[in-house]
């Protein structure tokens, strides 16, 4: 993998030039689908944007220097993590990748989460406090049945090669492994009905409750961020052909990631709030069962032959 | 570990300004303390300042949702006390008031139980329909909100357009009946955030003193309605529905019924109001040495009103004893043992109002 | 009907809202804020004694009255319409405007006074509509009456009073003077 190359993906293709605007597009995709589903007008498509812009334009919220250190440095690491894991994202068909790049990836997906946590613990808020732990115990529910469904893939894949995975043939494991993350996706981008750790109605805004100006807009983008890496990492290894072209690999991942967006909008619009307890429940009962039928059939691919 | 959780005062799931001290053991709650003081305005002194004519105006204010049932309680009292026959058409519009009056405030509370529970699109529906209620209420009464339609002696507005509110009712009956109840009790997340939560016995709401919808959804058939009729009430037909379960879910379900109820009232109202004045006569009346008390069904629960009074025109006492007063208690009750994200529900689930209890 | 079918409507229908500028009409009767025809006015003050927040005012001065609306204190409650005898009180159709201090949008409107038919003195007008209900099948004799001060009519009550327990005349009649 040359220079130019890994900078070309971190700093435009997927990386920032296309992933900022994408992740403000996805969130205003996000609110206006939403509003009109509701019979509302909804903001117009620049709104993320000028959202961005004026948290930006805020003042500084003077707090003891160690707690600025890092109510500002969390938000930051979690911007760069998404950036670094949508880099890593075999998009079009000539990217090549590394052995191990899709354990890293895994890790960069993770990175705003714990971000999160330690970000609600920092503030020294109650209900900072009280979000943060209810992420964190999310983020072990969700995190059982999504690496299991990477296991499964990987182990199918016999590579830990994101390109590999991504061409590797449909079947059965890839099937069950992508709709368990698919699965995973509401509560990683902690919307209804998993939106938990950030309960508006309980705790606030969770561990983001006392953030305001540029730390808070720096949240927003890496929460942007997040939607872009996410649905581009189902779409990636969803979807089992690649054009060949740049051009159509690009439009056909755009299109994919935003109708995933739209999914997903329908999911929350159309839900109530879980509480935690039920939240966990659904993950270690159908998350879990989902992903242990993949990683059996990634193991033993004879029982997938002998159904068909 | 235990740590103290202060939801409000002013905090997104609640309407009014009103604090509740959760001490929690992680996510379990243990204990609830309740202060409802941040509302307090100081109505019923201010009454005993005011002129009668001035004080209807000024108890209609007591509250922003159950505004009209204050003025028409306050008035009842009166005209009992200066011994007023009401026409019968006013006695027919008071009602028909009182119950639209009543649905926009179930309307208002079914969409804040959504809206706490985290289920926007529902809080739409419910804010849509009762769009519909406000802007009928503004045609017939000139406000949204503070009607100012009840005075000494009948209404002060006749009903110009019976046949918009069979409209908007029909409307509105329809929306309840294939949406709001449908959504409320088949939703598979509603129901697991409903059921089993905030549990108040029969026994327990009688215990507590629990009124209105509250204490319906815990068996109990209490309906001042029925028991003892205020305006037309004595000739209209309607069911007081009633849960047995005393949980959130049963609540839901008992205000839902309520509304079909409240539209059935409405209807059959607008088919038997008989033509007439609309007000007893003259606009002073004098209202006689003595005391008089009112009772009525607000939406959230019984409301009561005392009126003493001098000769002069201005009241020597006015006490209002408001349905969230004494439901309020009872939160206590169910929010112990249960958990954190339950606790905005439980409060919503006895459709406080802060500003009724505080004044 | 589940969820999915309402936002399949919503959807369907378009948006319920409106974009600010637009506004929904009001509607018919709609309780604006107060409004005076001054030349109606007969400056009673029932206006000022039913209104709960002191937002309508009545000064009575020596040649003028000054009926005082501040629509910032106002509660829209219409009380004052329903109560003015002459209706010289309407509700605008649409609300007040919005303004930064409660004192921005006072009206003072003056209500002149008439000259007494009887002293000259200015009295507090006495309108057509107050007399026909008012003076409701009274003699025509005692009917001019009603338009006269009060000053004038303790006097002449007091002249009534004299000439019939004191002198045992028939009350002199307005046509002797």
């Given at each position: 993998?040359?220079?130019?190359?890994?900078?070309?993906?971190?700093?435009?293709?997927?990386?920032?030039?296309?992933?900022?605007?994408?992740?403000?597009?996805?969130?205003?995709?996000?609110?206006?689908?939403?509003?009109?589903?509701?019979?509302?007008?909804?903001?117009?498509?620049?709104?993320?944007?000028?959202?961005?812009?004026?948290?930006?334009?805020k003042?500084?919220?003077?707090?003891?220097?160690?707690?600025?250190?890092?109510?500002?440095?969390?938000?930051?690491?979690?911007?760069?993590?998404g950036?670094?894991?949508?880099?890593?994202?075999?998009i079009s068909?000539?990217?090549?990748?590394?052995?191990?790049?899709?354990?890293?990836?895994?890790?960069?997906?993770?990175?705003?989460?714990?971000?999160?946590?330690?970000?609600?613990?920092?503030?020294?808020?109650?209900?900072?406090?009280?979000?943060?732990?209810?992420?964190?115990?999310?983020?072990?529910?969700?995190?059982?049945?999504?690496?299991t469904?990477?296991?499964?893939?990987?182990?199918?894949?016999?590579?830990?090669?994101?390109?590999?995975?991504?061409?590797?043939?449909?079947?059965?494991?890839?099937?069950?492994?992508?709709?368990?993350?698919?699965?995973?996706?509401?509560?990683?981008?902690?919307?209804n009905?998993?939106?938990?750790?950030?309960?508006?109605?309980?705790?606030?805004?969770?561990?983001?409750?006392?953030?305001?100006?540029?730390?808070?807009?720096?949240?927003?983008?890496?929460h942007?961020?997040?939607?872009?890496?996410?649905?581009?990492?189902?779409?990636?290894?969803?979807?089992?052909?690649?054009t060949?072209?740049?051009?159509?690999?690009?439009?056909?991942?755009?299109?994919?990631?935003?109708?995933?967006?739209?999914?997903?909008?329908?999911?929350a619009?159309g839900?109530?709030?879980?509480?935690?307890?039920?939240?966990?429940?659904?993950?270690?009962?159908?998350?879990?069962?989902?992903?242990?039928?993949?990683?059996?059939?990634?193991?033993?691919?004879?029982?997938?032959?002998?159904?068909? | 570990?235990?740590?103290?959780?202060?939801?409000?005062p002013?905090?997104?799931?609640?309407?009014?300004?009103?604090?509740?001290?959760?001490?929690?053991?992680?996510?379990?709650?243990?204990?609830?303390?309740?202060?409802?003081?941040?509302?307090?305005?100081?109505?019923e002194?201010?009454?005993?300042?005011?002129?009668?004519?001035?004080?209807?105006?000024?108890?209609?204010?007591?509250?922003?949702?159950?505004?009209?049932?204050?003025?028409?309680?306050?008035?009842?009292?009166?005209?009992?006390?200066?011994?007023?026959?009401?026409?019968?058409?006013?006695?027919?519009?008071?009602?028909?008031?009182?119950?639209?009056?009543?649905?926009?405030?179930?309307?208002?509370?079914?969409?804040?139980?959504?809206?706490?529970?985290?289920?926007?699109?529902?809080?739409m529906?419910?804010?849509?329909?009762?769009?519909?209620?406000?802007?009928?209420?503004?045609?017939?009464?000139?406000?949204?909100?503070?009607y100012?339609?009840?005075?000494?002696?009948?209404?002060?507005?006749?009903l110009?357009?019976?046949?918009?509110?069979?409209?908007?009712?029909?409307?509105?009956?329809?929306?309840?009946?294939?949406?709001?109840?449908?959504?409320?009790?088949?939703?598979?997340?509603?129901?697991?955030?409903?059921?089993?939560?905030?549990?108040?016995?029969?026994?327990?709401?009688?215990?507590?003193?629990?009124?209105?919808?509250?204490?319906?959804?815990?068996?109990?058939?209490?309906d001042?309605?029925?028991?003892?009729?205020?305006?037309?009430?004595?000739?209209?037909?309607?069911k007081?529905?009633?849960?047995?379960?005393?949980?959130?879910?049963?609540?839901?379900?008992?205000?839902?019924?309520?509304?079909?109820?409240?539209?059935?009232?409405?209807?059959q109202?607008?088919?038997?109001?008989?033509?007439?004045?609309?007000?007893?006569?003259?606009?002073?009346?004098?209202?006689?040495?003595?005391?008089?008390?009112?009772?009525?069904?607000?939406?959230?629960?019984e409301?009561?009103?005392?009126?003493?009074?001098?000769?002069?025109?201005?009241?020597?006492?006015?006490?209002?004893?408001?349905?969230?007063?004494?439901?309020?208690?009872?939160?206590?009750?169910m929010?112990?043992?249960?958990?954190?994200?339950?606790?905005?529900?439980?409060?919503?689930?006895?459709?406080?109002?802060?500003?009724?209890?505080?004044? | 009907?589940?969820?999915?079918?309402?936002?399949?409507?919503?959807?369907?229908?378009?948006?319920?809202?409106?974009?600010?500028?637009?506004?929904?009409?009001?509607?018919?009767?709609?309780?604006?804020?107060?409004?005076?025809?001054?030349?109606?006015?007969?400056?009673?003050?029932?206006?000022?004694?039913?209104?709960?927040?002191?937002?309508?005012?009545?000064?009575?001065?020596?040649?003028?009255?000054?009926?005082?609306?501040?629509?910032?204190?106002?509660?829209?409650?219409?009380?004052?319409?329903?109560?003015?005898?002459?209706?010289?009180?309407?509700?605008?159709?649409?609300?007040?405007?919005?303004?930064?201090?409660?004192?921005?949008?006072?009206?003072?409107?003056?209500?002149?006074?008439?000259?007494?038919?009887?002293?000259?003195?200015?009295?507090?007008?006495?309108?057509?509509?107050?007399?026909?209900?008012?003076?409701?099948?009274?003699?025509?004799?005692?009917?001019?009456?009603?338009l006269?001060?009060?000053?004038?009519?303790?006097?002449?009550?007091?002249?009534?009073?004299?000439?019939?327990?004191?002198?045992?005349?028939?009350?002199?009649s307005?046509?002797?003077?």
């Amino acid at each position: 993998m040359s220079w130019e190359k890994v900078f070309f993906a971190l700093l435009i293709f997927p990386g920032l030039l296309y992933a900022v605007p994408t992740a403000w597009l996805m969130l205003w995709l996000e609110r206006k689908f939403r509003a009109r589903m509701q019979g509302r007008i909804g903001p117009p498509f620049y709104q993320p944007f000028f959202d961005f812009v004026k948290l930006m334009a805020k003042r500084r919220v003077l707090r003891p220097s160690f707690d600025s250190i890092f109510m500002m440095g969390l938000p930051l690491v979690s911007v760069s993590a998404g950036l670094l894991a949508l880099a890593l994202l075999p998009i079009s068909s000539d990217s090549r990748g590394f052995a191990g790049d899709l354990v890293l990836l895994v890790a960069f997906l993770e990175v705003p989460s714990l971000c999160s946590v330690l970000a609600g613990f920092a503030s020294r808020s109650i209900f900072g406090q009280v979000g943060a732990t209810r992420e964190a115990i999310l983020s072990i529910t969700y995190n059982l049945p999504f690496l299991t469904a990477i296991v499964a893939l990987a182990y199918s894949a016999q590579s830990l090669r994101l390109v590999d995975i991504a061409a590797s043939p449909a079947g059965g494991v890839r099937a069950l492994a992508v709709l368990t993350i698919c699965l995973c996706l509401p509560v990683k981008l902690r919307i209804n009905p998993f939106s938990v750790s950030n309960a508006e109605q309980e705790i606030y805004s969770g561990p983001a409750t006392e953030f305001s100006g540029p730390q808070l807009a720096m949240w927003e983008l890496a929460h942007g961020l997040e939607w872009v890496a996410l649905t581009g990492l189902v779409v990636c290894l969803g979807l089992t052909f690649r054009t060949g072209t740049w051009i159509g690999d690009f439009a056909i991942y755009t299109s994919l990631s935003l109708v995933l967006v739209i999914l997903l909008t329908i999911l929350a619009t159309g839900t109530a709030r879980l509480k935690i307890q039920q939240a966990a429940r659904f993950y270690w009962r159908w998350g879990m069962g989902l992903s242990l039928v993949a990683l059996i059939l990634g193991v033993f691919p004879d029982i997938e032959r002998f159904i068909r | 570990m235990s740590f103290t959780i202060p939801i409000g005062p002013y905090h997104p799931a609640l309407e009014e300004p009103c604090k509740v001290q959760v001490i929690c053991e992680g996510e379990i709650v243990q204990d609830v303390s309740l202060s409802v003081k941040y509302n307090f305005r100081g109505v019923e002194w201010l009454a005993e300042r005011r002129n009668y004519h001035q004080a209807i105006a000024l108890v209609e204010r007591v509250c922003g949702i159950c505004s009209n049932v204050h003025a028409l309680t306050f008035c009842n009292a009166l005209e009992g006390l200066a011994g007023l026959t009401v026409p019968e058409r006013a006695q027919y519009i008071r009602t028909i008031m009182v119950e639209l009056e009543r649905l926009t405030s179930h309307a208002l509370w079914a969409g804040i139980a959504a809206e706490v529970m985290g289920f926007q699109t529902l809080f739409m529906t419910c804010f849509a329909m009762r769009e519909q209620l406000m802007d009928l209420l503004e045609t017939i009464s000139g406000n949204r909100i503070h009607y100012g339609m009840n005075c000494i002696g009948g209404v002060t507005r006749d009903l110009a357009n019976p046949e918009a509110v069979r409209i908007t009712v029909r409307r509105v009956r329809q929306t309840v009946t294939d949406q709001l109840i449908p959504l409320f009790t088949e939703d598979k997340t509603i129901h697991a955030r409903c059921s089993g939560i905030g549990q108040m016995t029969k026994e327990q709401a009688v215990a507590w003193g629990a009124v209105g919808p509250t204490a319906r959804a815990s068996g109990l058939t209490e309906d001042i309605r029925q028991t003892s009729p205020y305006a037309a009430y004595n000739q209209l037909e309607f069911k007081v529905p009633v849960e047995t379960s005393g949980d959130v879910f049963a609540r839901v379900v008992v205000r839902l019924l309520e509304m079909v109820e409240s539209c059935h009232i409405v209807e059959q109202a607008l088919d038997q109001i008989p033509p007439g004045p609309i007000h007893h006569g003259p606009i002073f009346v004098e209202i006689p040495r003595g005391e008089a008390v009112a009772r009525a069904e607000a939406p959230r629960g019984e409301l009561f009103y005392y009126v003493s009074s001098d000769g002069t025109d201005i009241p020597c006492r006015v006490k209002i004893r408001t349905p969230s007063f004494v439901n309020l208690p009872t939160v206590r009750l169910m929010m112990l043992q249960a958990n954190l994200a339950d606790v905005p529900l439980i409060n919503a689930s006895i459709d406080p109002c802060y500003s009724c209890t505080s004044r | 009907m589940n969820i999915f079918s309402v936002l399949l409507k919503n959807l369907r229908m378009g948006p319920a809202t409106l974009r600010f500028p637009e506004e929904v009409p009001y509607p018919k009767g709609f309780h604006g804020p107060v409004k005076i025809h001054t030349e109606k006015c007969i400056c009673c003050g029932m206006c000022a004694y039913v209104c709960v927040s002191g937002a309508v005012r009545v000064a009575e001065h020596k040649d003028n009255c000054e009926w005082v609306y501040s629509p910032g204190l106002c509660t829209f409650c219409g009380k004052c319409v329903s109560v003015c005898p002459v209706e010289a009180l309407h509700m605008a159709a649409k609300s007040a405007p919005s303004y930064f201090n409660t004192k921005a949008l006072d009206e003072v409107h003056l209500v002149p006074y008439s000259p007494c038919p009887e002293c000259g003195r200015p009295t507090p007008p006495v309108r057509e509509v107050l007399r026909a209900k008012a003076f409701k099948g009274v003699a025509p004799n005692v009917l001019v009456k009603s338009l006269i001060c009060q000053r004038c009519r303790q006097k002449d009550s007091q002249r009534a009073l004299v000439s019939i327990q004191v002198k045992g005349e028939p009350p002199p009649s307005r046509s002797d003077k």
